[in-house]
């Protein structure tokens, strides 16, 4: 046989060979053990924090809502309902916020899978929001249902997710009107960690609550004391408002639900062009909402979003993962220690492919984040294109980063094993570690296990493919599909939420926003 | 005209464009500004200090260098020259060790890049040490010397490098006898910035410091006291010191130069399994060497390398940017700054191409290097491969990825102008900041400007070609190649450096290693 066939030969079985199954770490929220980067120094906060009340004592809100500025005037804040602007004296402001709980659970329907939100821990969140469906045969595209679905499967099967983080991108096929059902319903039953609803507007919400409430078997006030619901809440920067998202913010909040208030204060843009100015419009925005959960619920779970970031000034698009991204996010957490909120960050960038561009951006946010100490990395799988896609290949690709930002918060062990004195005498000068006890004891747990990076040297990778981490990443999302397996659900569970489903799309109910 | 026609137009007349000249930020070293991360627990430390005080005292260093042994015994080590085992007592290594400068300057030719090691700066070092020359057309290969020469002037070129690491790769087309020369000739006659010489035994690193002093027109003994020289000294783990890397360190540090000194402490293979031992004898053999610095010259300049990662354990091959790799770097800072000695770390990838693995892998190395306070990020710009190639593409990645790193490290701005309240009160609710006096008189230098990264919408990038960060990368080095100017030289001096050139070439030394 010659040179030539063997090798062919070799490639063949290779492609026939059955892939090793995936290797993950189990699902354990992380645990931060360090201090977090002090970016800002205490005065420097205290003037931020200084700024976010003048603005909001002197310049105000604007809140299109009708009942969300009732709440604020019966709160004994200053409202006009003539220009719609709320001005927010300080006192006031601070002793709302000062309601909101440092920390919470949230419930899923597996309580395995139940998390902390706050104090030294932090959870991973699937990508939430975007248009588009991406990748890497179809490009960007409109997404269908059914590859919904199989983003959805694949947050359930990544065990370095904690939380999914509302759909991975918008089922174009189905009716706008109804879809936020059919999104729930795929959100309970091919899951059972737990999700982010959609919750634009009353109706919405409440078909959040109500299928939120069938899948855990309890009363909506029951679901109030056991919070199953992170959702974000985006302010309309600068300084406004609007009436879906406090319809949101106020149907959660009176349900015991913890709004995720997200100011998206772009410098330059939607906010200041310097860092500081941007960070204390976000205080100011942030902290409005926040007061108006108290309102609604003192004592309501709430948290803190941070998504500053700037533009490129060339052309005004939004930028991520940028130096000033970083910044933000650390002084953010800060902002947030400040009041005493549970903090939201994110993991971002602007690349329109998987590559270099796409893990160091996404790198800058989640390194940022983790050592600014956030207790949820949102978007922290599967953000691609400034967010407008949900990548199949991107949330491989991050649940790698997050395996090793996982791995690296892990504590370091310093014990007389560890330390390993006794192996080091063994080997002795230009011997090797490889055979010895102490390394066969653990060589098999030792070192985090790559999910998509190949170590394989120069010429082996060349002979296997000169596959790059995109390529694997498509592999390995294809292959974790095959080998998905549906949670177990209760059966009468299943037919209630299916009747909950067809009612409200009989029904007809409108969506606001 | 068409549509199309247009299209085709437009792209025609992009194409034929004059490529923008490419933005950088001024040659400035970093300057840290926070507290370093705190992996380890000061009881840790002390505990992996006195494991390697015991791994010194207990187990000792194979040192098969006649001249370094005899200098340990000079100093009053107990050295056995039957098996060439050194054993160090802990007095006796902590009073020299304690000798070492905790700062430093390192003088350039072109005093402007003179930089300074230790206390709270960095600088970003190009790579070194590489076998390979690679690019995105040719792939990994032999490199020339030509090549090598505009890996030069692109280190050369590029701000955000402090330091060129040794020559970026081997340039194999001239004999390896006299190659250092023509390496050294190019090092300082391409470059104006501070260099890596070869200090592979001590014809090797005697031309270097001849060469040096013909540079600064000065005797050996005036570079002794303006140190114009870091060189990697890698001790040959597990705890052996091997003829040419001893002769070099001890050439350097006798003529007041700066040994890194740099076990390869490769968790699994040269060193424990585990990273408490592996740190332990990475500790060990680092104080080794720094001792052996102070022996030959007390106070002479010296740095601490880490450089500890772990192999795959399937395949014993090493990787790099691991979550372990990490960890390691930060503990690895805390020893150093624990014996006072300045310390290097790296930015380095397992990855064969310039994909999401080698940036998130590379991120890991940066961040970690970072957040740790590194005083020198060495293979900080073009590493590839597991150190095997020196990439075009990967060094203006890398230098991209500096370039954030830096624009994260500046100083957070917290005053009233850039808290920006009466800007926030001009635009009010729901405006737009882009035209405002605040932003208008700010935007051109708020944010970081990219070097390689992206930031067109979706279907812009589509529109131009859906270029990735190595495409560009692939565009950036060739103009800066074009851009680039030689710097100035004294003809006389380049003169004098040929001379020496020519007759070291003649009188045919051999280099020792």
Redesign the interface.
């Known amino acids: 046989m010659s040179e030539r066939t063997a090798a062919r030969k070799r490639r063949q079985a290779r492609a026939e060979r059955k892939p090793d199954s995936i290797v993950q770490r189990p699902f354990r929220q992380v645990t931060y053990r360090?201090?977090p980067?002090?970016?800002?120094s205490l005065?420097?906060i205290q003037?931020?924090h200084h700024?976010a009340c003048?603005?909001l004592q002197?310049?105000?809100?604007?809140v299109l809502c009708d009942e969300a500025r009732k709440a604020y005037r019966e709160a004994g804040f200053d409202v006009d309902d003539s220009d719609q602007?709320v001005r927010f004296e300080k006192a006031g402001v601070e002793a709302l916020v000062g309601k909101a709980p440092e920390q919470f659970d949230l419930h899923a329907r597996n309580c395995a899978h139940t998390v902390r939100i706050g104090g030294p821990h932090a959870i991973f969140t699937g990508v939430g929001g975007p248009a588009y469906c991406m990748d890497l045969e179809g490009g960007?595209r409109a997404g269908t249902y059914e590859e919904m679905c199989n983003f959805l499967r694949l947050v359930q099967s990544l065990n370095i997710l904690h939380q999914e983080g509302g759909g991975g991108f918008e089922p174009l096929d189905l009716p706008p009107e109804t879809r936020h059902l059919d999104v729930f319903y795929a959100q309970i039953t091919l899951m059972d960690k737990n999700w982010h609803p959609w919750t634009m507007g009353l109706a919405q919400s409440m078909d959040a609550l109500n299928m939120g409430a069938i899948m855990m078997q309890k009363t909506l006030e029951e679901i109030a004391g056991a919070t199953i619901f992170t959702a974000i809440i985006n302010t309309?920067s600068?300084?406004?408002l609007d009436i879906p998202m406090a319809q949101g913010l106020m149907t959660m909040a009176q349900y015991g639900q913890a709004a995720v208030v997200t100011p998206f204060t772009l410098?330059?843009?939607?906010?200041?062009?310097?860092?500081?100015?941007a960070l204390?419009?976000q205080h100011a925005e942030a902290m409005a909402g926040i007061v108006l959960t108290q309102i609604v619920r003192p004592g309501a779970p709430v948290m803190y979003g941070g998504f500053t970031s700037?533009v490129?000034?060339k052309?005004?698009?939004?930028?991520f993962g940028?130096?000033?991204y970083?910044?933000a996010a650390q002084?953010s957490g800060q902002l947030a220690r400040h009041i005493g909120v549970p903090f939201r960050s994110s993991n971002v960038t602007?690349?329109?492919?998987?590559?270099?561009?796409?893990?160091?951006?996404?790198?800058?946010s989640l390194?940022?984040a983790m050592?600014g100490q956030a207790h949820m990395i949102n978007h922290a799988a599967g953000w691609l294109?400034?967010g407008?896609?949900g990548s199949f290949e991107k949330l491989i690709?991050d649940a790698?980063?997050l395996q090793?930002?996982?791995?690296?918060m892990?504590p370091?062990?310093?014990?007389d094993?560890?330390?390993?004195?006794d192996?080091?005498?063994e080997?002795?000068?230009?011997?090797?570690?490889?055979g010895t006890a102490?390394?066969m004891a653990?060589?098999?747990t030792?070192?985090?296990a790559?999910l998509?990076?190949?170590?394989?040297?120069?010429d082996t990778?060349?002979e296997r493919g000169?596959v790059?981490?995109?390529q694997r990443?498509n592999q390995i999302w294809k292959q974790l599909l095959t080998e998905y397996e549906r949670p177990p659900i209760d059966p009468a569970i299943d037919d209630e939420l299916k009747d909950y489903v067809a009612r409200a799309k009989r029904e007809g109910r409108v969506v606001q926003g």
Chains 1, 2 share one sequence.
């Open positions: 360090y201090r980067m002090a970016l800002l005065d420097q003037s931020i700024t003048r603005i002197e310049i105000g809100m604007k602007i960007r309309n600068p300084l406004q410098a330059g843009a939607m906010s200041p062009v310097t860092l500081a100015g204390a419009q700037n490129d000034m052309t005004g698009s939004p930028a940028t130096p000033e970083a910044q002084a602007a690349a329109n492919s998987n590559d270099a561009q796409a893990a160091y951006e996404s790198m800058m390194w940022s050592t294109c400034g407008l896609a690709i790698e980063m090793m930002m996982a791995a690296y892990e370091f062990e310093v014990s094993a560890a330390l390993a004195f192996a080091v005498r080997v002795g000068p230009a011997g090797h570690f490889f102490h390394t653990r060589y098999e030792a070192f985090n790559p998509v990076s190949n170590w394989d040297n120069y990778w060349l000169q790059t981490a995109e990443a």
